[in-house]
Nanobody, 122 residues
Framework: QAQLVESGGGLVQAGGSLRLSCEVS????????MGWFRQAPGKEREFVAT????????RYADSVEGRFTISRDNSKNTLYLQMNSLEPEETAIYYC???????????????WGQGTQVTVSS
């Protein structure tokens, strides 16, 4: 079974940028869709972005379209999320997940990382 480990979170000022990484060990990374989700305190986990096993097929939440970019390097078994123009409301724990299809529904994803904290100060 694959294991997912996120990194790259931290504290950033509003308007700043961060790049999250999700390293996948075990399994067959290139065969699966990957997604990024986030969960703020007291809120449900929400979809951020997803990418199919083929790197060119992506989908974004409306709230991040044009500011965030999801990508993957199948040679490195790594998923990325470039986040620009961050807003304080986007403070949350960010999770990567692996699943059979690049969809927005969290329950479709089978394996999850432990999450990385992103804090955006105003």
């Amino acid at each position: 079974q694959a294991q997912l480990v996120e990194s790259g979170g931290g504290l950033v000022q509003a308007g700043g940028s961060l790049r999250l990484s999700c390293e996948v060990s075990g399994g067959t990374f290139s065969s699966y869709a990957m997604g990024w989700f986030r969960q703020a305190p007291g809120k449900e986990r929400e979809f951020v972005a997803t990418i199919a096993w083929s790197p060119g097929v992506t989908r974004y939440a409306d709230s991040v379209e044009g500011r965030f970019t999801i990508s993957r390097d199948n040679s490195k078994n790594t998923l990325y999320l470039q986040m620009n123009s961050l807003e304080p409301e986007e403070t949350a724990i960010y999770y990567c997940a692996e699943g059979p299809r690049s969809v927005v529904t969290p329950k479709t994803y089978l394996i999850w990382g432990q999450g990385t904290q992103v804090t955006v100060s105003s």
